[in-house]
């Protein structure tokens, strides 16, 4: 077989990509191309065989062949892994024999009359990065094939793909040796979200599939990458300057990688060169692209293969802008149950998507307290965090079961799995049948404390919750989510609807409605911060800073507030209050907005509370001056054990390291509850730290008597208060907050199990 030079690989590719062009386009049947393709490749490679296999109901069957029986189409068939030709569909590699029948896999199939030739090079046909068949060429003298001839195999069998998808003959059941084909796998992570979640799975950022790969114009296509590589750099250079890549921390390593790669001259001279062959942009991008994936199989240092997969990533997000597909999941709809896969997300990311039939969502990162993990809390969606690889385990459409409280997630479950799934399943149910009988049971501990157990809000949706968990009211409500589900700023009347209905599905049941905490990880995409760049966010322009300078905002908002609390009692919290003056100043603001209703005559609330959070160790430092200034206070300790350790809540390595439970927490909380306590201040605990059983004795402990959580804890926190001896606890907690032991953790937990407190 003659040798074609580099020069002429691309130009032999591009006559090549030519030919089955005019064959793709012929009104002719599948069959009739394949017969064609299998011609043209032969002639074009002159050798002496060329077959086409495709994988029918799990088995590889000879669909097409140009120099072997031709009686042996649709009669010979090969069991992945059979052969040659089965070991390539298995394996998704190519193999490159001088001697074939010297391969340990070869398997001879007399029907064929293949003994005539030596020399045998084959690639797979790949589709979603499955084999859905072989492309194979076979030789009389007996040599490897060039790998420029490997190469223009390998472009032809993208086209090949193409062509059989548009013909109806991939198979349902492809094949693929990736971890993603193995069967069922168990995954494990960091457990953000409790509860439980089937459905399959679909990626946030969903996979371009490559419809056309021959090009009709390569000037045109080289322009196409030219200007999507422009814009993705572009892009990244803003995720890189103004951190909006969701959170900080280990993003920043990845978008250093990101842009290592947005400027390779090697990457994208690999893309043009497959363009030259006669690819399309997208063609040439997943060519490159799955050039890349082979390889990456070889590596084992995980260090490379992480970078591998920022490339992919990086590669994906061309793929997204060169074929305009930009949307995600959210935008396409889902339309099954779903367990969504993403790195990571924003919370209004995450509010776009359709709640009745998200089921889960597993992160590669994440962490507790982050604002995306919060939101799916209120949304009750269970959320595994920390699942390392996630894309080479689960492919798009896989079934997956979550089971958070494992920490786990069941991919392609077996039966076994399901099976121990469904009882679970069952189990939970039944517990939360149990936490719904205990409903309208007060949250009373044995010692006859009544602890005031209040849910925390946001969606419209939430309302609900008070029914259903029986909750004495919504403790905070987070107006922020309408901003952040809304496309555009909503407008004041909207707002007022809301409070409104909250109002009236609340009825005499106190609400706390807190005034926007925006900023940080709750960035509105609509509202640009005149361009101030953030290095720290969490620290930086948000909540009430940004609110006492956007005052227009927070005077629409008063005003949406006073008018929507008519005639009933309004309570108003501000966030992230550092310093008395913004509370004066906020405060002065909603009384103006008051006046001004008054002065037109319109029904004023019959009071209006203010409130702060303490979520800035700051302002621990001028409760004094504070406190006879507001009527209640509630700590968020999101915020607050953020600060407080210098650890950033969304930061997924520190995500487990500081302990809600140290003593430097519960000491400090003390002191502010006991300051409350003598100016006569009600003090709550509004942070996700209060929805855990365990975490929320310790409140208890340190002499916290109202707690405001996420809804779905009402039941096991409730259950925890009524099994407890709230003074008991309280006279053995002073000595161990004096020896500060290293665990608090077990010394909590141990006293628990000891007192049969129902910590679930
Ligand atoms: C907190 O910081 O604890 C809190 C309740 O507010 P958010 O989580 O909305 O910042
Ligand atoms: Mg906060």
């Known amino acids: 077989m003659p040798t074609l030079a580099p020069a002429t690989a691309a130009s032999a590719a591009r006559e090549i990509l030519r030919r089955l062009h005019d064959v793709m386009a012929a009104r002719t049947n599948a069959q009739t191309k394949l017969n064609s393709v299998v011609q043209i490749i032969g002639e074009a490679l002159d050798s002496e065989v060329c077959s086409i296999y495709l994988l029918r109901d799990g088995v590889l069957e000879l669909y097409a062949t140009r120099g072997l029986e031709q009686n042996a189409v649709h009669v010979t068939k090969l069991a992945l892994g059979e052969g040659l030709v089965g070991t390539i569909a298995e394996k998704v590699q190519m193999l490159n024999l001088a001697e074939a029948t010297s391969h340990p896999d070869f398997a001879y199939k007399p029907e064929t009359g293949e003994e005539l030739f030596h020399s045998f090079a084959g690639v797979p046909i790949v589709r979603r990065e499955r084999a859905v068949g072989v492309l194979a060429v076979q030789h009389v003298d007996p040599r490897r094939y ?32 990736d971890a993603r084909d193995s069967g069922a796998v168990r995954l494990t992570g960091l457990k953000l979200v409790e509860g439980m979640g089937r459905g399959l799975a679909v990626y946030h950022q969903p996979r371009v599939v490559v419809e056309h790969t021959v090009a009709e114009d390569i000037e045109v296509e080289r322009h196409r990458v030219y200007s999507a590589f422009a814009r993705m750099r572009e892009q990244i250079e ?17 978008l250093a990688t990101y842009k290592m790669f947005a400027y390779d001259e090697g990457w994208s001279r ?30 084992s240092d995980p260090l490379l293969q992480d970078r591998m997969h920022d490339l992919e990533d990086l590669s994906n997000r061309l793929l997204r802008i ?13 339309r099954e149950d779903t367990i969504l896969i993403a790195r990571n997300l924003g919370p209004a990311e995450l509010l776009e998507y359709d709640r009745r039939r998200l089921k889960g969502v597993i992160l590669e990162e994440g962490s507790l307290t982050a604002h995306v993990t919060i939101v799916a809390r209120a949304m009750g969606v269970p959320v595994l965090g920390r699942v390392a690889n996630v894309r080479r385990q689960i492919a798009e459409g896989d079934m997956v079961l ?51 157990l209040m849910v925390n809000a946001g969606l419209r949706d939430d309302i609900a919750a008070l029914d259903v968990t029986g909750a004495d009211g919504i403790g905070l409500f987070r107006t922020e989510f309408q901003f952040l589900v809304s496309a555009t700023l909503p407008q004041r009347e909207r707002q007022q609807r809301l409070y409104k209905d909250v109002l009236d599905a609340a009825g005499a049941r106190p609400v706390i409605f807190r005034t926007v905490d925006i900023g940080g990880d709750k960035a509105l995409p ?19 800073r940004l609110s006492l300078e956007r005052d227009a905002l927070m005077k629409a908002q008063a005003r949406a507030l006073v008018e929507a609390a008519a005639g009933r009692e309004l309570n108003v919290m501000f966030p992230m209050v550092s310093e008395p003056w913004e509370f004066d100043e906020a405060r002065a603001l909603f009384e103006g907005q008051r006046k ?58 520190l995500a487990e390291r500081y302990d809600w439970l140290s003593p430097a927490i519960l000491r400090f909380i003390r002191r502010v509850v006991e300051q409350s306590d003598a100016a006569g201040v009600k003090l709550g605990i509004c942070g996700e730290m209060g929805g855990r059983a365990l975490e929320a004795m310790a409140l208890i402990g340190v002499g916290v008597n109202r707690l405001s959580i996420t809804p779905a804890a009402v039941g096991p926190v409730k259950a925890m208060i009524r099994s407890l001896d709230a003074a008991a606890l309280r006279a053995a907690m002073p000595q161990w907050l004096a020896e500060a032991p290293r665990n608090m953790r077990d010394v909590l937990a141990r006293w628990a199990g000891n007192r049969d407190v129902a910590i679930a």
């Open 526 to 544: 609509y509202m640009n911060d005149d361009g101030h760049d953030e290095e720290n966010p969490a620290m930086g322009w948000r909540a009430l």
């Open 146 to 177: 060039d790998d420029v001839e490997i190469e223009a195999l390998q472009t032809v069998a993208m086209v090949l793909a193409e062509l059989i998808a548009a013909a109806g003959l991939v198979d349902g059941r492809t094949s693929g040796k």
């Open 596 to 653: 001004w209703v008054a002065e037109r005559g319109r029904e004023l609330p019959h009071a209006i509370r203010y409130g702060t959070m303490l979520e800035v160790p700051a302002l621990a430092e001028q409760l004094d001056l504070l406190l006879p200034k507001i009527d209640f206070l509630s700590i968020g300790t999101n915020d607050l054990t953020q600060f407080l350790f210098a650890a950033d809540r969304a930061h997924p390595k």
């Open 402 to 452: 979550l089971d958070t409280s494992q920490s786990a997630a069941f991919v392609r479950p077996s039966s076994p799995m399901e099976e121990a799934f469904d009882s679970k399943l069952a189990a939970t149910q039944r517990r939360r049948a149990e936490f719904a009988a205990m409903r309208d049971l007060p949250p009373l501990t044995q010692d006859g404390l009544r602890i005031e």
């Open 238 to 254: 803003r995720m890189t300057s103004q951190a909006e890549f969701g959170v900080a921390g280990e993003h920043q390593d990845v």
């Open 322 to 334: 060169v074929s305009g597909q930009l949307g995600t999941a959210a935008q396409l709809g889902l």
């Open 270 to 299: 690999r893309i043009n060169e497959a363009i030259d062959s006669g690819l399309t942009a997208e063609a040439a991008i997943e060519r490159v692209q799955q050039r890349t994936r082979m390889r990456m199989r070889e590596i």
